[in-house]
């Protein structure tokens, strides 16, 4: 049997798209703690040259996600899982801050353009059902709409940090149909509450969302 090729697009930063794959080969289990990730092989499976792939794999060590054993070579580490899950944390606590900025400037009338936040919204209360990657960039909008709304530099720089591990989990939480429609209509009971101007709900409910969606990708990946 032949097994597909992962397809990597042309871009300028073809290291970002093999990130997001052996991120996604985490996530999911494919890769698992001690695994050896081959820059040559890893080069050949994706029909990449092998400096985008050390390039990926040098972000990914810092990142606490793999290391180098001496004689060995690259490997997934131990506490790979521990790594998904203190990025977890630490993206659910700064977006719930994020969405209480936001409502609080709702509530405050400092935010007179909301567009960016209620066209996404719309999109997801909308009973028509999308393929995947449309519903992904639809998600991704919601997200960036309020770290940006809520008017903090800082939240969004530290949260722009984090989205290459977002981005993995959002990718591959919303394979399960189940999960999607959960987290969809989390979204919609933040985006409201922001709307309405509520910081206390608003920051509950995107804090709960993240940290619970977060959990629940990782703990139910696949390895066969």
């Not at 060995?72 to 209480?100: H, K, M, P």
């Not at 949260?159 to 999960?179: C, I, N, Y």
Request: charged letters at 25%.
């Amino acid at each position: 049997m032949v097994t597909e090729r992962p397809m990597i697009q042309e871009a300028p930063l073809i290291r970002d798209q093999v990130y997001q794959l052996l991120l996604t080969k985490l996530i999911s289990g494919e890769l698992t703690p001690g695994d050896k990730i081959t820059e040559r092989v890893t080069a050949h499976d994706l029909g990449v040259s092998t400096t985008p792939v050390k390039e990926a794999l040098r972000r990914l060590e810092n990142e606490g996600f793999v290391r180098t054993i001496p004689r060995r070579g690259i490997v997934v580490g131990e506490n790979a899982l521990t790594s998904f899950e203190q990025v977890i944390t630490v993206r659910g606590w700064l977006e719930g801050l994020a969405a209480r900025l936001c409502a609080t400037r709702v509530a405050g009338g400092e935010l007179t353009d909301v567009a960016t936040l209620t066209e996404p919204l719309a999109l997801m209360k909308d009973p028509i059902l999308r393929p995947v990657p449309e519903i992904i960039e639809i998600n991704a909008a919601f997200h960036e709409a309020i770290r940006d709304l809520s008017g903090n530099r800082v939240i969004v720089q530290f949260l722009g940090t984090l989205l290459g591990v977002d981005a993995a989990v959002r990718k591959r939480a919303l394979q399960d149909p189940d999960e999607l429609q959960r987290g969809n209509a989390e979204h919609i009971d933040v985006g409201d509450a922001i709307l309405d101007g509520d910081p206390d709900r608003a920051e509950a409910l995107m804090r709960s969302h993240v940290l619970r969606s977060g959990d629940h990708t990782l703990h139910a990946r696949i390895t066969s």
